[in-house]
């Protein structure tokens, strides 16, 4: 099976590792998410959540392990790379190309109909629309991040692949981006949205996990979760230096 | 950590050849040294002297088994580097390391000894002839691959990179190959391996086989040790890591 | 329905060309060092001993390869400098559309270099360049481009990951360029002094299959240069 299918969970994780030389920077990870569902992944610094996004993506072979996206495993051929969106610590997109080719040109290689409409359609929901026309590198920290985004965005994922995606923006920004994840997840999208601030991440999340030296230390339902408390054990496992 | 789930991509941290480390001499090593040694006396001292080419035609027993051996042991990186793609096994990349750093080596005896024997038959130092022409490139070639792996700090890239160039090198072999010869040629025709009954003296032939028999056992010794010191080597940096 | 690769191939070559028509820098730049090593390649040379029409072919085919590299390595630059390429491999478009895209664009700029270049040479080296001769130099000079940036755009791949990115680019690749200048060369040679198309026939099937060979083995190396 190479097409990703909708009974299957959204994203299936068992016993991911990856090892970089010797050293383990994700390290036997397992979880299940079905489509509608976030996971809000909170770690320090260097806790592999990074390398975990990226073996989702199908940017990075698993050491051990397995990733399936829709049922299908990572990295595997076009119809699984279709299904996922992944916005990066790195924005993806060529400065030299206004924010319009940018989208368009993503639009285009997911064989998405009617690119350009589409393209502006993703810039809308992010608000930049008013700047299609500027190349990337005239355009602030910000409004390249909220390019970036439509670029992830604009052939509709099911799986969404946020690193960081809050960084650098403004507070119209971030509900810009809020309010297209809100929608993303209505529409049956599953979301794993990786996060330093707690606070945005247990407003969007159906699940909550606490990533250290490449393992999951903490992994549940956001539920009735308190999060003054959740916050205060999550600053005592980071400060524990796990 | 658990050694025993790790996959083949990782280096192997647990020694698989513990006993092999250290203490005692490198035995094969010094058999091989004692036999090109005792091929060189015998060349010198027990073979008749070429009547044309009088006793420079001695070089021959290094330069002909030196030619030989850095063919050999570049056939062996292409053919590492091709069941490195395929297989992603560590030591397959540390054979084909070790087998350029050897090839490079005794191609630059190749370069050498080629001179030295051209000046008195041809009368000049260096002469652009098809077959030291096709060895100053393997030369070149093979540097080339010895500073690529210098210069990526990531093992499993330079691991891939490096078995890109050793497969794409001995596919370019044929063709400088071809274009030298078509350039000019005046080196001497093989003489061993014509269809007919071989044209040289008894007691040179004999003192040629050898000496491609004692330079392939110094070959064999030299690619054992450096594979050794590249999988110790692998060995620390996996160390350091953990 | 994700493009096929052909048109994947066409998509990111023409994101490449429209980059390249934007900034310009890499192509001026080529193109400046072209005429500039075919004005210093004459003082190098005696005019009294060596006729320029001689020295013609030679000098051609060895600025055609430099400035060709100068283009190559900004291929993948471009590609690194926001990640992406991260971009590219994540669509659902297969790893050979990816190389394809990127060595098209390069071939239409080393092509687009050599439309200046090879004509000043003509002029500045008095080469009796007309007609058959003229067409035949074309396409060899298409045969040799296509060896060029096919063995080229695997090598800037790999150079632009490595600390040694902008020295390590004309040592790997020029070793490679020997089986296309030297047929080049000579069959140039033999073309201009008026000698049948026969005589230049085994240089150029050489550079046919070493266009044939390497396109065919960097396509399917190249997946092993950017996966992970």
Same mark, same amino acid.
């Given at each position: 099976?190479?097409?990703?299918?909708?009974?299957?969970?959204?994203?299936?994780?068992?016993?991911?590792?990856?090892?970089?030389?010797?050293?383990?920077?994700?390290?036997?990870?397992?979880?299940?998410?079905?489509?509608?569902?976030?996971?809000?992944?909170?770690?320090?610094?260097?806790?592999?959540?990074?390398?975990?996004?990226?073996?989702?993506?199908?940017?990075?072979?698993?050491?051990?392990?397995?990733?399936?996206?829709?049922?299908?495993?990572?990295?595997?051929?076009?119809?699984?790379?279709?299904?996922?969106?992944?916005?990066?610590?790195?924005?993806?997109?060529?400065?030299?190309?206004?924010?319009?080719?940018?989208?368009?040109?993503?639009?285009?290689?997911?064989?998405?109909?009617?690119?350009?409409?589409?393209?502006?359609?993703?810039?809308?929901?992010?608000?930049?629309?008013?700047?299609?026309?500027?190349?990337?590198?005239?355009?602030?920290?910000?409004?390249?991040?909220?390019?970036?985004?439509?670029?992830?965005?604009?052939?509709?994922?099911?799986?969404?692949?946020?690193?960081?995606?809050?960084?650098?923006?403004?507070?119209?920004?971030?509900?810009?981006?809020?309010?297209?994840?809100?929608?993303?997840?209505?529409?049956?999208?599953?979301?794993?949205?990786?996060?330093?601030?707690?606070?945005?991440?247990?407003?969007?999340?159906?699940?909550?996990?606490?990533?250290?030296?490449?393992?999951?230390?903490?992994?549940?339902?956001?539920?009735?979760?308190?999060?003054?408390?959740?916050?205060?054990?999550?600053?005592?496992?980071?400060?524990?230096?796990? | 950590?658990?050694?025993?789930?790790?996959?083949?991509?990782? /280096?192997?941290?647990?020694? !698989?050849?513990? +006993? @092999?480390?250290?203490?005692?001499?490198?035995? *094969?090593?010094?058999?091989?040294? #004692?036999?090109?040694?005792?091929?060189?006396?015998?060349?010198?001292?027990?073979?008749?002297?070429?009547?044309?080419?009088?006793?420079?035609?001695?070089?021959?027993?290094?330069?002909?088994?030196?030619?030989?051996?850095?063919?050999?042991?570049?056939?062996?990186?292409?053919?590492?580097?091709?069941?490195?793609?395929?297989?992603?096994?560590?030591?397959?990349?540390?054979?084909?390391?070790?087998?350029?750093?050897?090839?490079?080596?005794?191609?630059?005896?190749?370069?050498?000894?080629? /001179?030295?024997?051209?000046? !008195?038959?041809? +009368? @000049?130092?260096?002469?652009?002839?098809?077959? *030291?022409?096709?060895?100053?490139? #393997?030369?070149?070639?093979?540097?080339?691959?010895?500073?690529?792996?210098?210069?990526?700090?990531?093992?499993?890239?330079?691991?891939?990179?490096?078995?890109?160039?050793?497969?794409?090198?001995?596919?370019?072999?044929?063709?400088?190959?071809?274009?030298?010869?078509?350039?000019?040629?005046?080196?001497?025709?093989?003489?061993?391996?014509?269809?007919?009954?071989?044209?040289?003296?008894?007691?040179?032939?004999?003192?040629?086989?050898?000496?491609?028999?004692?330079?392939?056992?110094?070959?064999?010794?030299?690619?054992?040790?450096?594979?050794?010191?590249?999988?110790?080597?692998?060995? *620390?940096?996996?160390?350091?890591?953990? | 329905?994700?493009?096929?690769?052909?048109?994947?191939?066409?998509?990111?070559?023409?994101?490449?060309?429209?980059?390249?028509?934007?900034?310009?820098?890499?192509?001026?730049?080529?193109?400046?060092?072209?005429?500039?090593?075919?004005?210093?390649?004459?003082?190098?040379?005696?005019?009294?001993?060596?006729?320029?029409?001689?020295?013609?072919?030679?000098?051609?085919?060895?600025?055609?390869?430099?400035?060709?590299?100068?283009?190559?390595?900004?291929?993948?630059?471009?590609?690194?400098?926001?990640?992406?390429?991260?971009?590219?491999?994540?669509?659902?478009?297969?790893?050979?559309?990816?190389?394809?895209?990127?060595?098209?664009?390069?071939?239409?700029?080393?092509?687009?270099?050599?439309?200046?270049?090879?004509?000043?040479?003509?002029?500045?080296?008095?080469?009796?360049?007309?007609?058959?001769?003229?067409?035949?130099?074309?396409?060899?000079?298409?045969?040799?481009?296509?060896?060029?940036?096919?063995?080229?755009?695997?090598?800037?791949?790999?150079?632009?990951?490595?600390?040694?990115?902008?020295?390590?680019?004309?040592?790997?690749?020029?070793?490679?360029?020997?089986?296309?200048?030297?047929?080049?060369?000579?069959?140039?040679?033999?073309?201009?002094?008026?000698?049948?198309?026969?005589?230049?026939?085994?240089?150029?099937?050489?550079?046919?299959?070493?266009?044939?060979?390497?396109?065919?083995?960097?396509?399917?190396?190249?997946?092993?240069?950017?996966?992970?």
């Amino acid at each position: 099976m190479t097409v990703p299918d909708r009974t299957s969970p959204a994203i299936d994780v068992r016993g991911l590792t990856r090892a970089f030389g010797g050293r383990r920077a994700v390290d036997g990870v397992a979880f299940t998410l079905r489509g509608g569902e976030c996971l809000a992944l909170f770690g320090p610094n260097g806790a592999g959540k990074t390398t975990l996004l990226r073996m989702l993506a199908g940017l990075l072979r698993p050491t051990s392990g397995t990733a399936r996206i829709g049922g299908v495993a990572v990295p595997g051929g076009p119809a699984v790379r279709a299904a996922v969106g992944l916005i990066s610590h790195a924005s993806l997109l060529y400065g030299a190309l206004t924010a319009l080719e940018n989208v368009e040109l993503a639009a285009k290689l997911y064989g998405v109909r009617e690119p350009r409409a589409a393209a502006l359609r993703a810039l809308e929901a992010m608000r930049v629309r008013d700047r299609a026309a500027t190349p990337v590198r005239a355009l602030s920290r910000g409004l390249q991040q909220r390019v970036s985004i439509a670029r992830a965005m604009v052939h509709e994922p099911s799986v969404v692949l946020l690193d960081e995606p809050f960084t650098g923006l403004d507070a119209a920004g971030a509900a810009a981006l809020t309010s297209a994840l809100v929608a993303l997840r209505s529409s049956g999208a599953a979301l794993v949205l990786v996060t330093h601030n707690l606070d945005e991440g247990l407003s969007l999340a159906t699940h909550v996990a606490i990533m250290t030296a490449g393992r999951f230390v903490r992994f549940e339902e956001r539920g009735a979760l308190d999060a003054p408390a959740y916050a205060a054990a999550y600053r005592e496992l980071v400060a524990r230096g796990a | 950590m658990n050694d025993s789930t790790l996959h083949s991509h990782a /280096p192997p941290i647990a020694a !698989p050849h513990a +006993g @092999t480390r250290g203490g005692g001499p490198d035995w *094969l090593f010094v058999a091989a040294a #004692l036999a090109v040694a005792g091929t060189l006396v015998r060349a010198i001292w027990f073979t008749p002297i070429e009547a044309i080419q009088g006793p420079a035609q001695k070089i021959f027993y290094v330069h002909a088994p030196s030619a030989w051996v850095a063919f050999l042991a570049f056939g062996i990186v292409a053919l590492t580097s091709i069941l490195y793609l395929w297989l992603k096994d560590w030591r397959l990349d540390c054979v084909a390391e070790s087998s350029a750093e050897v090839g490079v080596v005794f191609t630059t005896v190749v370069l050498i000894s080629g /001179p030295l024997w051209g000046k !008195p038959i041809w +009368g @000049t130092w260096w002469t652009w002839d098809a077959r *030291l022409t096709l060895t100053l490139f #393997l030369w070149f070639i093979y540097m080339g691959y010895l500073v690529l792996r210098g210069a990526i700090e990531d093992r499993a890239m330079r691991a891939r990179y490096s078995a890109v160039l050793g497969i794409l090198g001995a596919l370019l072999i044929p063709f400088i190959h071809l274009s030298v010869y078509l350039f000019r040629t005046l080196h001497p025709m093989p003489i061993v391996l014509k269809p007919s009954a071989p044209s040289l003296p008894g007691d040179m032939l004999t003192t040629l086989l050898l000496s491609f028999a004692s330079f392939t056992l110094l070959y064999i010794a030299l690619l054992r040790a450096r594979y050794r010191l590249a999988t110790e080597r692998d060995e *620390l940096e996996a160390e350091d890591r953990t | 329905m994700a493009p096929s690769t052909l048109t994947a191939a066409l998509l990111i070559a023409r994101k490449d060309l429209a980059i390249e028509f934007r900034t310009r820098t890499a192509f001026f730049s080529a193109v400046v060092f072209a005429l500039l090593a075919i004005v210093i390649f004459y003082f190098a040379w005696d005019p009294t001993a060596v006729a320029a029409v001689d020295l013609a072919p030679g000098v051609l085919w060895v600025i055609f390869t430099f400035s060709g590299l100068l283009g190559l390595h900004r291929s993948f630059g471009v590609e690194m400098a926001d990640r992406a390429i991260d971009g590219l491999l994540g669509a659902p478009i297969a790893r050979e559309a990816i190389y394809l895209g990127k060595a098209l664009a390069n071939l239409v700029f080393v092509a687009a270099v050599q439309v200046i270049a090879i004509p000043a040479i003509v002029l500045f080296y008095n080469m009796p360049l007309a007609g058959r001769a003229a067409l035949a130099v074309a396409a060899i000079a298409l045969l040799a481009a296509i060896g060029l940036t096919a063995v080229g755009t695997l090598f800037s791949a790999m150079a632009v990951n490595t600390r040694l990115a902008e020295l390590l680019l004309p040592m790997l690749s020029l070793p490679f360029f020997v089986p296309i200048i030297m047929p080049a060369a000579q069959a140039t040679a033999r073309l201009l002094s008026g000698r049948p198309v026969s005589e230049a026939a085994s240089w150029l099937k050489i550079l046919i299959a070493f266009d044939l060979v390497f396109v065919v083995a960097c396509m399917l190396a190249f997946p092993h240069t950017i996966e992970e």
